[in-house]
């Protein structure tokens, strides 16, 4: 059993984020680990934006893959959510991956 652990790195703008949110995100890209597992590091943005007075949360995240770069970015009230929608759109972008390295082989 090969357990490999990818680079993670978590950037807050303008705020610092705390253990459960760093938690909470380390937990959910670990997990994109099962969809495609040549991860070799991921970087994730946070940031907060104005947006007529209500602030909207930016989450971004950047996986690097042999060969390619994997970016999502999502805006939504809460950084829980926008994490989760972020997750579930990069794991569709590395099974898409994965169906097209299987075809090709």
Do not use: C, W
Request: no cysteine; glycine share 2%.
């Amino acid at each position: 059993l090969k357990i490999k652990h990818m680079k993670i790195t978590i950037e807050a703008d303008q705020f610092k984020a705390d253990v459960s949110l760093t938690e909470f995100i380390e937990k959910k890209v670990i997990k994109l680990d099962h969809y495609y597992d040549k991860i070799i590091d991921a970087h994730v943005i946070l940031k907060l934006e104005n947006a007529r007075q209500v602030k909207d949360i930016v989450a971004e995240r950047i996986l690097n893959i042999p060969g390619d770069t994997i970016v999502s970015k999502e805006t939504n009230k809460t950084f829980e959510s926008a994490i989760d929608e972020g997750v579930d759109n990069i794991k569709r972008q590395l099974i898409k991956r994965k169906e097209k390295m299987r075809e090709t082989n």
